[in-house]
């Protein structure tokens, strides 16, 4: 095969790859919260999608209490951990020894509620316990916690709860940004009023500018306006703090005498005629 041929076919065959996984990915089954069908309510919706963002991330944590039990768990928000096995598995449990998998909850039995930083995802109908909690189903609760700037992290495992007759789960814990509120993006009195002013000044600027050149027909520094009135600001300024800041009466006399030409005497008449040279 030549090899303008050979780069067509492994051009061919990337496109059809690339067709598979795109229909895979809109293939993939979301959560469907428990209940008949559309049940779910309006808040169950929103939190639904607030949580679309972390759809198509994964995560795993890796646990090992003793020789028997050493798991890892593989997690999804809202999708298959394994869309192959097609078994809505969306909180997985794998025994690293035996290669074992446990579905510990399902995406098909999903309840989700939220507080003021905190969204609480639960997968119900994993696979049935053994010989603990009444061989009941496993139920996996995920804690997602609010911290901006963050997608998703920290994602680990808290405590298995088995050792109950009923309600067994799994919790785990995780950070991320879609838990957060929404941030307050009202602006303060104080921001109002700075605004405020400042848009005052600039009109009265501009305003003042134009009908200074345009309308009396000023040039130069007198294209301000009231000039005149800044230009002695600073003396009416320093007169005003004379008048409110000194302490001692205007009409008081000085403390301190002058030099005046009572003081310096007559003039003698002696004249140093004998210094001058001869």
């Known amino acids: ?4 041929c050979h780069t067509s076919a492994v051009l061919v065959l990337f496109m059809a790859l690339a067709v598979v996984v795109w229909a895979d990915q809109l293939n993939e089954r979301s959560c469907d919260v428990v209940g008949e069908e559309g049940s779910e309510s309006q808040m169950e919706r929103a939190l639904l999608k607030k949580l679309e963002p972390l759809s198509q991330l994964r995560f795993n944590v890796t646990t090992k209490k003793d020789k028997t039990e050493n798991y890892v768990y593989q997690f999804r928000v809202c999708r298959e951990v394994n869309s192959t096995a097609r078994d809505f598995g969306g909180l997985v449990q794998t025994d690293r020894q035996s290669g074992k ?4 909850g399902r995406i098909n039995e999903t309840q989700v509620f939220n507080g003021s930083d905190w969204i609480m995802l639960i997968y119900k109908g994993g696979d049935s316990y053994g010989t603990h909690c009444s061989g009941e189903k496993r139920r996996a609760v995920i804690m997602i916690s609010c911290k901006r700037g963050v997608t998703a992290s920290s994602f680990n495992i808290i405590s298995e709860e088995r050792e109950k007759e009923q309600e067994c789960f799994y919790l785990f ?10 941030e307050d993006s009202h602006l303060s009195v104080g921001s109002i009023l700075l605004i405020t002013f400042a848009s005052l000044i600039a009109v009265y600027i501009i305003g003042g500018f134009l009908y200074q050149r345009l309308v009396v027909g000023a040039k130069g520094m007198e294209q301000f306006p009231h000039f005149a009135f800044w230009q002695d600001l600073g003396n009416l300024v320093a007169d005003g703090c004379d008048f409110v800041c000194r302490s ?11 030099v005046g030409d009572d003081q310096l005497g007559e003039e003698s008449e002696e004249r140093d005629d004998h210094l001058l040279p001869m």
């Open 1 to 4: 095969m030549s090899s303008p």
């Open 173 to 182: 814990e995780m950070d991320s940004s879609v838990a957060c509120p929404a």
């Open 248 to 258: 001692k009466p205007r009409n008081a006399p000085a403390t301190y005498r002058g």
């Open 101 to 104: 998998s446990t579905v510990v």
